[in-house]
């Protein structure tokens, strides 16, 4: 298979770039022009070619075939999609040293070709981009073109050192999910429901404008910033979200630095109220826009987003994801929206997972990992009878609130067994005490338990799950030993079935991947 590593120069602008742009506005833009690209085929040296679309596109078809062929670029969610949105070409496998090196250096670490060819000092890049920041190819001089090609042949031959240094140490099958990644976005197989969007944009514009109509006449308000004033009271915003009747609406609290009393967390940086404005429940969604005074909801921009999207893209929807986007590896959302949390909660199935068709003959399987975290967690720790009811399909949530409760509880016990879903779950990870019970006080279907009561059902927890609690321990002494580490420390597993090897930057995954801590220290206050 063919190496294939391609750099290509655009036009940009103040107006037209990433500042104001997402990726796939900003190739599918009609101020879009490519101004040339560079080119390394294997090991050969790299070349520049510049010239009209037509003269890139034939050579770019007849370059290589692409069947077995791998492309590779630092960034190839943007040079792949031009390759294959413009001109129409599709490599066997995808390739990027960007996603490399967030996986193997950690997401805080510099990503650019500029920091990485230091890093690993592969030589300099140039600043020449900088120059054509306005400029169209017409507009470029013979020489200014040639000098802009010398520097882009430069990345093309940076890009290919970094990944010769890199692939030995990353592991294939991350290598698998990078391509897998960027084909979800470079080619696009799943359709937009137009029609139901743009039916489910007109029932919310109906449904907020009903709603500013309720709320004019029982606040006796003539207009919209009166009602947004009124709102701004934290008690009367309160009893509107109770009013709405939706057992998953809950003010949210939080305890008030100054007087250290429970307060309503209704403050637009308040966590609480920034999770309200996102709820499923449309209505939720507009009184937080109408207290702050917006003028859409998040429903409403995302669905004008997915709409424009498939208008660009004849139909089709690029799923931009972010490989190891997160400091745990997991993905992160990318181009102003996250396809792993679009809403989903409609009766009338008008939402925006609805407005996403499989192709013909394919289906949409809408799956979630049942219990992961307690799964996991006690299957890690070794806490071996927890590990058995979790096997043989026993509900480990009734079990544990039996225990607190005293009696036997099932699911036809639902304020119960959501007090065990809720121990279990939160008391696996450290909670203690005055967060569950502001936990179970606050979230539906709701439970007040007082002090007391908090405090042994945490000591029950922790009695009954003591291998758990050893590895929270023997987590803590982990972070102390990378602290301390030096030349006679050795490297040893946290947990139990050899899974998570401790280093002195942090955790190896069994995927070969690590958890970094850069610059960790121990502050004994």
């Known amino acids: 298979m063919s190496l294939i590593t391609l750099d290509f120069e655009t036009y940009y602008s103040n107006d037209f770039g990433f500042r104001t742009l997402t990726t796939e506005e900003y190739i599918r833009g009609k101020e879009f022009q490519e101004i040339g690209v560079g080119i390394k085929i294997d090991d050969a040296p790299a070349y520049w070619l510049s010239g009209t679309h037509e003269v890139l596109k034939k050579h770019l078809e007849g370059l290589t075939d692409w069947t077995d062929s791998a492309l590779l670029c630092h960034n190839t969610i943007f040079d792949g999609a031009i390759l294959g949105w413009r001109f129409g070409v599709y490599p066997a496998f995808f390739l990027d040293t960007l996603s490399m090196a ?11 070709l500029k920091a990485l060819a230091e890093r690993y000092e592969l030589g300099k890049k140039g600043t020449e981009v900088d120059d054509a920041k306005g400029k169209r190819l017409e507009d470029f001089t013979a020489a200014d073109l040639k000098q802009y090609g010398e520097y882009c042949k430069n990345d093309c031959e940076l890009t290919h050192k970094l990944f010769s240094v890199m692939v030995s140490e990353f592991p294939e099958d991350e290598a698998k999910l990078i391509d897998m990644t960027l084909r979800m976005f470079i080619i696009p197989g799943f359709e937009v429901d137009d029609a139901l969007l743009v039916q489910r944009l007109e029932d919310l514009k109906k449904e907020k404008n009903d709603l500013l109509a309720t709320l004019k006449e029982e606040l006796k308000c003539d207009d919209e910033e009166a009602v947004r004033k009124k709102l701004a009271s934290n008690k009367q915003f309160a009893e509107l979200l109770r009013g ?22 209704l403050a637009k940086n308040d966590e609480g109220f920034i999770s309200l404005s996102e709820h499923e429940n449309p209505l939720v969604q507009q009184l937080c826009a109408v207290r702050l005074g917006t003028k859409s909801t998040l429903e409403e921009s995302r669905i004008a987003r997915f709409i424009d999207i498939g208008k660009r893209n004849r139909g089709l929807l690029p799923i931009p994801l972010k490989y190891y986007g997160a400091h745990t590896g997991r993905w992160s959302g990318s181009d102003k929206v996250n396809f792993q949390n679009l809403p989903s909660r409609d009766k009338k199935k008008k939402t925006l997972k ?32 927890v590990v058995r009811q979790f096997a043989s399909g026993e509900d480990v949530y009734s079990i544990f609130a039996s225990k607190v409760y005293n009696r036997t509880i099932t699911k036809t016990d639902p304020v119960e067994r959501f007090v065990g879903k809720t121990c279990v779950l939160g008391l696996g990870y450290g909670t203690g005490w005055r967060k569950l019970q502001h936990t179970l006080k606050t979230q539906p279907p709701g439970a007040v338990i007082d002090d007391e009561e908090c405090q042994n059902i945490v000591k029950l927890y922790r009695d009954v799950n003591s291998d758990i609690i050893e590895l929270w321990k023997d987590s803590d002494n982990m972070l102390e030993a990378m602290c301390n580490w030096d030349s006679k420390s050795k490297e040893y597993y946290l947990g139990q079935h050899k899974v998570l090897r401790v280093k002195k930057e942090g955790i190896e995954l069994p995927n070969g991947l690590m958890i970094r801590y850069p610059n960790l220290r121990y502050d004994t206050e």
């Open 354 to 385: 609805n407005a996403v068709l499989a192709p013909r003959g394919s289906v949409v399987i809408n799956c979630d990992s049942s219990q992961i975290e307690a799964r996991v967690l006690a299957w890690l720790a070794g806490q071996d009878d």
């Open 102 to 112: 967030r996986a193997l250096h950690g997401v805080d670490a510099g990503g650019s």
């Open 244 to 265: 709405l009747g939706d057992p998953t609406v809950v003010p949210p609290t939080k305890i008030s630095p100054v007087t250290g009393k429970e307060t309503f967390a």
